[in-house]
């Protein structure tokens, strides 16, 4: 499975952006997806997580409450809405799945998934 995260960039503080993580994989609508970051200097850390169906989701503390995710199955996209955004979420994004099928299961844990995107990389200024 090969998964293409995109829509980075570089932003002012207070901005949103929207990240997109697509596939081609047309199981995925079987797939749990996550979305993880990586700061400067920083370990890899879990932000959200979403079921197969888009029913469950799952948010880090620093995540919630500006920070969605969502699917399109149709699409074989899922997305992670960036909002109120701050120069302490400078980091590099990556999606993530994992085959779940049949259960509905949202998933915090790095080594839980097994497919990787390559990385976006956000810049939030001052």
């Known amino acids: 499975v090969q998964l293409q995260a995109f829509g980075g960039g570089l932003v002012q503080a207070g901005n949103s952006l929207r990240l997109s993580c697509a596939t081609s994989?047309?199981?995925?609508?079987?797939?749990?997806v996550g979305w993880f970051r990586q700061g400067p200097g920083k370990e890899r850390e879990f932000l959200a997580s979403i079921s197969r169906s888009g029913r469950s989701t799952v948010y880090a503390d620093s995540a919630r409450g500006r920070f969605t995710v969502s699917r399109d199955n149709a699409k074989n996209t899922a997305y992670l809405q960036l909002n109120s955004l701050k120069p302490e979420d400078t980091a590099v994004y990556y999606c993530?799945?994992?085959?779940?099928?049949?259960?509905?299961?949202?998933?915090?844990?790095?080594?839980?998934?097994?497919?990787w995107g390559q990385g976006t990389q956000v810049t939030v200024s001052s």
């Open positions: 993530a799945s994992v085959f779940t099928y049949p259960r509905e299961l949202t998933m915090r844990g790095l080594g839980a998934y097994h497919y």
């Open positions: 994989e047309r199981t995925f609508t079987r797939h749990t």
